[in-house]
C-alpha cells in the first residue's frame, strides 16, 4: 500500500469534493480514485468522506484526518524540495486570501511583484468578506483581519486598524456633527456590519448600539461611497478610509468611543522551514504592509 499516494487522492477528492474532479486533477481514473478511498477508509477503520449523488463531504473524522494529511504532504514537498537543491527557487501554485477590499488595495498589487520575482510560481487569489478555513480550503497564505482562535496556524502580525464612524462634510454642516453616542443615533446611518449594532468603548465598558439604519449593504465600498456622497454617516475599518481622511472627504467621528483596534497578521500553515513559495510570499506581505501608515490604527 502506497500511503502517501492514498493521502494524495483523498487530498484532492476533499478539496474538489467530487471523485470524477479529483481524478482529472490527478489524471488517474475514476475507479482508481473510488479503489484508492476505500482502501484508506478499510486501513483506517473509520469512515472519512460522506457520498450522496451529486456531494462528497467530509466526515468529522475526515476533516481532523485532512489537516494531518496535508502536513504530511508538505513535509514531503519540502523534504524533494531539499534532496533536489531547489529549495530557494519557489515554485508551483500558491493560493492567497484576504478581504475583499484589502485584497484589492495592498495584496493584489503585491502579488503581481511576486509574480514578477519568481516566474516559476503560480497565484491564486481569493478575496472574500468571510473567515476562510485554510487548511479546508487549501489556502496557503492570508490576510485576517481582528482576533486569531485558529491556534494550529502561524502569524506574522503586520499592524493595527479601527473601527471609525465617518461623515462627509457636507452632511455634518447640514446635520451637525453627533457629540455622543446618543446622539449619533438621531442621524442616518449607513450599515456594512454583518449585524445591526455597533460596540463602541466607553468609561463605563463596552456599549452595544442598536440602530435602525437608513442603509444596509453588505460591501463596504458602497457604504463609503454613501457617506461620501453626504448621505449620512457610516463605520468601516481605518484602512478603508484613511485617504478620505486625508484629503479631508470624510471626517473621523467620536473617536474617544472607539474599541481597541483590531491586529491584522499574515497567517499559513507551515512552520519556519516552510515551501519556498510560502515563505517568500509572507515575506514581501510584510516587508511592505508594515510600512503602511493605514495599518496602525
Request: one cysteine or more; hydrophobic letters at 40%; a neutral charge.
Amino acid at each position: 500500500m502506497d500511503q502517501f499516494h492514498l493521502l494524495r487522492v483523498f487530498s484532492a477528492v476533499a478539496e474538489q469534493q467530487g471523485f470524477a474532479a479529483a481524478a482529472r486533477q490527478l489524471r488517474i481514473s475514476a475507479p482508481a480514485v473510488t479503489r484508492a478511498i476505500g482502501q484508506l477508509e478499510d486501513h483506517l477503520g473509520a469512515k472519512l468522506l460522506e457520498r450522496t449523488t451529486r456531494h462528497v463531504h467530509l466526515t468529522d473524522v475526515g476533516s481532523r484526518y485532512l489537516e494531518d494529511s496535508r502536513a504530511v504532504l508538505e513535509q514531503l514537498a519540502q523534504a524533494d524540495q531539499a534532496a533536489a537543491g531547489i529549495n530557494a527557487a519557489p515554485r508551483g501554485l500558491l493560493t492567497v486570501t484576504a478581504p475583499s477590499l484589502f485584497g484589492r488595495r495592498f495584496v493584489a498589487p503585491l502579488m503581481l511583484e511576486y509574480l514578477r520575482r519568481f516566474p516559476d510560481v503560480q497565484v491564486n487569489e481569493l478575496f472574500v468578506d468571510r473567515r476562510v478555513n485554510l487548511v479546508e480550503e487549501g489556502i496557503d497564505v492570508g490576510i485576517r483581519i481582528g482576533d486569531l482562535p485558529d491556534s494550529n496556524l502561524r502569524a506574522r502580525r503586520v499592524g493595527t486598524v479601527s473601527r471609525v464612524l465617518c461623515a462627509s462634510p457636507a452632511y455634518l454642516q447640514e446635520h451637525g456633527n453627533p457629540e455622543s453616542l446618543g446622539e449619533l443615533q438621531q442621524h442616518n446611518l449607513i450599515d456594512a456590519s454583518p449585524s445591526l449594532d455597533w460596540r463602541f468603548q466607553t468609561p463605563e465598558g463596552l456599549r452595544t448600539l442598536n440602530f435602525q439604519p437608513r442603509l444596509s449593504t453588505s460591501d463596504n465600498g458602497t457604504a463609503i461611497h454613501a457617506a461620501c456622497a453626504g448621505f449620512g454617516i457610516t463605520r468601516v475599518l481605518s484602512y478603508q478610509v484613511a485617504a478620505k481622511f486625508a484629503s479631508g472627504e470624510l471626517i473621523r467621528l467620536l473617536p474617544e468611543f472607539e474599541p481597541e483596534p483590531w491586529p491584522v497578521n499574515i497567517i499559513h500553515r507551515q512552520g519556519p522551514q516552510g515551501s519556498a513559495k510560502v515563505r517568500s510570499c509572507v515575506d514581501l506581505l510584510a516587508e511592505n504592509l508594515q510600512q503602511a501608515p493605514c495599518l496602525k490604527g
